[in-house]
Every structure is written in C-alpha cells, then in structure tokens.
C-alpha cells in the first residue's frame, strides 16, 4: 500500500476538505485509488465525489458507496457495504458484515459497525465456532458518534443521534436520541431537553392535527415536483419516467389534500386523458408506451395493467367519471373458468400475488356492474366468493401459507389484496375474523418486517387495513390492535418530507419505490394514516377520509352478490 505524503494526510484524516481544497496532483492520486479498487474481487459501485482513503483497509465483498461519501484514515471496512448519498465513515472506524446506510449517515471515529457473530456452544473452542449474520441496517440522517460498537442484528431508524462510547444492542426507533451501555432511547429529537410528551389519545390528535394542516399547505408543491411539463404527464418523483399510476395517485392525492383535482390540467383533461389510456377491446389499460394487452387466464393478465383497473378506475371515480367501456376481459370470464385458475394460483408461497389477482379481478367486475352490465359470466361472481369462503383457512382465516424466508408476510399481504377487492369491496363479512387478527398481530411482531428502519408502506397497510377490517365484525384484541395503530401512527408521521411528501420505505429485495419520497408512497401513508387512526379513535381531526383505492366503506353502488 501506497502511504500519502504530509500534505495528504489532511484530506486522509479529513476527507470533507478533499472536495474544495485539493490539488489536480491530488486528485489523480485519488482516482487511483478508487480504480485499485475495481481491481479486486469485490463488487464496487462508487457514486460522484467520492473519497477512499490511501490508509484505509478496504477489502469489501460488495461496497457501493453513494454521491458524495468518504472512507477516511485507518478506516477497516470488509463485506457487503451499501450506503446512500452523503454518508461518512471516519478515521479509525470498522465496518464490517453486510451493513446498509441511508442517506446522510455520519459515524464518528473509532466506532465499530459489527454486522457478524460467532458462535458460542461450548463444544467447540471459539476459533472454529460458525460466523453468522444477520446484518445492521441504518437509517438516513443518523450521527453515530465516537466510540460506538453496534452489534449484528440491529436497525437504528431515521434521524437518530447515537452518544460517543455507547454500545447499541437493540433496535433504535426513528427519531431516537440514545446513549449508554447498553445504549438506551433517551428521549424523542424533536422534543425539547426535559420536555414530557403527552400520552394517549389526546396527544396522538394533537399530532395528527398539525400533520394534516403541515400537509395541506404543502399539497400544490409536492404535486408540482412531480408533473413533467415535456410531457404532461406526472411521474411518481423527479428523475423517473411518467407512469399511469402516477397520474392516478396524483389525483388520489389532491382529493385527499385539497378536496380537488390536480392543478395542472382541469377536471374535464384529466377525465379525458384516464378514459383514452383504457383499450377498447379487453378494457385493461397499458402502461403509457406498452402495446395493447392480452387477456390472461380467467380473463385477467398480471403486471401493470392489472393494477390499472384498480388505480384508473378509482381515480376516474373520484373525477366523477369512469371507464369508456367495460373490463371485456373479465366480463367474458365464466365461473369454470374462474375456479379453475383460482386453484392454480401460486397461494403457497407466492400469496400476494395471487391475492392481488383476485383484487384485481373483483374490481374489474365491480367496475362492470357500476356501468350497468353484468360483471362476468353468469355465475362467475358468486363462484368467486364460494371458492374464497370454501378455501379460508379456519386456523389463520387466510388463503396461503407461510414461508422460510418471509414468514407471514405474503400470506397477510395477500389477504389484504384479496379482502380489499372482494368482501370490503362489495360489503361482505370475511370469514373467521378472530383468526385473522390473530394471524396479523403475530406477524407485526416479526423483526425482519417491523423494525424501526424496515417498515414499508406496503407492509403497514397490508397490517392495519385488516385489523380494521375485522374489527367492523368482532372487539377481539382490540386493545392490542389499538396499541400497535397508536406506536405505528407516531412513527408513520415522522416519516413526511416538507414539501415533498412520504416515500414509500425500504424493501428487502430492493423493488419499488424505495426511501425517495414521491406519489405513489404519499397516496398510501396518507390512507395508512387515517386507518390508524380510525383504529386508534382520531381520525376525525386529520379532515380527510380516502375516498379512491383504499377508501373504508365498500364502493358503492355496485350490485352484491
């Protein structure tokens, strides 16, 4: 290893320099650098204005680091490492394991980010124990200060403030300020030194009142980011291309918001511009740029335009207005036909996909009886609902199973996909409802999905939508439900951006939308936001009830079968 001249060691020892003051001798000396480090055999991703110290052991299995990071002097870094953009790792600080940083992320030097363990069965001496690990997750805007060791394991949420020397066992939630050994939440950031938050209901309302006034103002703005001029079309958030959905969510939002439609075109253009995506044909709608779809089995392909009848045609819904034609493809379905692919979908261990089918499908049918017609073949609708209530599982009240590598998370997923476009839809009790809380509620425990730093919208909704789903029909547990509604709803609106709106949250695999706030994650925290707190009892002060996709009460007037 090449050891840095006197003069160098300053942006070695302080990185945050090199930007402004160095040198062209010393910026080649850093390009260098960074290509030794394509040169070995790890995967390595480096944004702009990176810097990796000359002195820093680094030999990663994957590092990306994002715009605008650094690694500084004597820095020890091995593993899987993946940071957002302005992150610093400061002298003398290890990293190591798989560990995963957002945006913003300072640690302090001499702090140790251990995401592995060793064994400890006392059949074997230490050195031939086995490794494991289960990673360490941070949030974005986080200071992780001096002397800090966070052990394998753990996620600390957005925001937080870490005290130099603390040693940090157990998850931290957004927002902490923590200290000691082990470390422990010292009090909220947002509140002042000393200041006693009120509890209960009361204090919660409080909250949700300023939220939603913060919200409304700050509505046009964050509509605005995202609504492409060149192409007059919305996009989820800037930098992405326009998307149906987007154009969807954005009228969702400003309903929601404002209390009417979004600002850049009129009423009448948005109408005109939803109703003309829809093909005459089948009456699915592509995504903008897509050929016309085919129908898939039992009338209904999955992707984008599957999804499109709910988004569409709810938001031509709200613009008081609805599809040119009827969903053909669904309208033409027969009840043998139907139960056939119902048994065919993949509930094992693919169950929110097959319960966003079956979502998919009811609403097109509903969207068939709301324009007059029948919604499938004779008998169809009713088969549906046979087959759902035969095929319930009395022990879980859902459709599926759960996995090795997700737990219950496809299977309550799916459950709300399905329940949302069926039984809520259309009026009708679910089945077995204790079962289903049951179920529920032990899921939101699972750590790899409900962790400060791991929930996603799609993950809280598909939770809090059942619970208020069955409590329409049973109080079982509904202490704890209320519980779980009031913890999720102070950390849900943590989560706003000014004038920007929510993003959507981190996902294990790395699809959608992720932490970037845009449309798609403001449309669903905002509905999650007011079934939490309907749950918890303070909905009324938010102003807004969802009236599109995720509204509460079934659609009317579709007929029920």
């Known amino acids: 290893m090449n050891h ?23 910026r080649a000396a850093q390009e260098q650098r960074q290509k030794r480090l394509f040169t070995g055999d790890g995967e390595v991703r480096l944004g702009e204005d990176c810097f990796v110290a000359e002195t820093a052991a680094v030999y990663p299995e994957v590092l990306h680091l994002g715009d605008r990071s650094y690694i500084a002097a004597q820095a020890y870094v091995t593993g899987e490492i993946r940071t957002g953009a302005d992150c610093t790792v400061n002298p003398f600080t290890v990293v190591r394991g798989t560990v995963t940083l957002g945006d913003g992320v300072r640690i302090g030097a001499h702090t140790s980010l251990l995401a592995f363990n060793h064994g400890s069965a006392p059949g074997l001496p230490v050195h031939r124990q086995p490794v494991t690990s289960r990673g360490i997750t941070v949030g974005d805007d986080v200071w992780i200060g001096s002397h800090v060791v966070v052990v394998d394991g753990v996620t600390i949420g957005d925001h937080c403030v870490i005290g130099a020397g603390a040693v940090v ?27 006693q938050r009120p509890a209960g209901p009361e204090a919660l309302a409080e909250e949700l009142r300023a939220f939603a006034g913060t919200a409304r103002a700050q509505a046009a703005d964050l509509l605005d980011r995202s609504w492409r001029p060149d192409t ?8 992405t291309e326009p998307t149906v959905r987007a154009h969807c969510d954005a009228v969702e939002i400003a309903d929601l918001l404002l209390g009417d439609v979004p600002p850049h075109l009129t009423a009448p253009e948005h109408v005109a511009r939803l109703r003309a995506l829809q093909d005459p044909a089948t009456g699915l709608v592509p995504e903008y740029g897509a050929p016309a779809p085919l129908p898939g089995p039992a009338g209904l392909p999955e992707g984008d335009c599957a999804y499109h009848v709910l988004c569409v045609g709810y938001a031509l819904d709200l613009l008081g207005s609805s599809f040119a034609h009827p969903v053909h493809a669904v309208r033409t379905t027969t009840a043998d036909r139907l139960v056939r692919h119902l048994g065919e979908l993949p509930w094992t261990d693919r169950a929110w996909h097959a319960g966003a089918w079956v979502d998919s499908w009811a609403t097109a049918a509903h969207w068939n009886l709301r324009a007059g017609g029948e919604a ?11 087959w759902l209530h035969t095929h319930a599982d009395p022990w879980t009240g859902m459709w599926g ?13 799916g459950y709300y996909r399905l329940t949302r476009g069926s039984f809520a839809q259309f009026g009708l009790p679910v089945p077995y409802p204790e079962r289903v809380i049951d179920t529920v509620l032990d899921h939101a425990r699972d750590p790899r999905h409900f962790t400060p730093g791991r929930e996603n919208a799609c993950n809280v ?9 069955c409590a329409r029909q049973t109080t079982h547990r509904g202490e704890e439900a209320r519980a779980w509604a009031a913890s999720q709803l102070s950390a849900a609106l943590g989560r706003w951006h000014p004038g920007q709106g929510f993003g959507f949250g981190p996902t294990s695999d790395g699809t959608g939308p992720g932490r970037e706030p845009g449309l798609q994650g403001t449309e ?7 079934l939490l707190a309907d749950v918890v009892g303070v909905a009324d002060v938010l102003g807004y009830r969802p009236r599109g ?3 509460p009460e079934p659609a009317p007037p579709a007929e029920r079968p």
């Open 4 to 26: 840095p001249s006197h003069d160098d060691g300053l942006f070695e020892h302080c990185p945050w320099l090199f930007a402004g003051q160095a040198s062209e001798r010393q």
């Open 169 to 195: 066992t157990k998850d931290l939630p957004a927002w902490s300020l923590a200290a000691g050994n082990p470390a422990r939440r010292i009090r909220d950031r947002r509140e002042p030194r000393g200041a």
């Open 232 to 239: 007059g079309r919305y996009a989820d958030r800037p930098g």
């Open 376 to 386: 499938a073949a004779p008998g169809a609708l009713e088969a549906l609902f046979g």
């Open 401 to 413: 199973s759960p996995t090795r590598e997700s737990g219950r998370l496809q299977m309550v997923n």
């Open 461 to 469: 909704l598909d939770v809090i939508h059942p619970l208020w789903l």
């Open 524 to 530: 669903m925290w905002l509905a999650i936001i007011w």
């Open 549 to 551: 996709i995720h509204r």
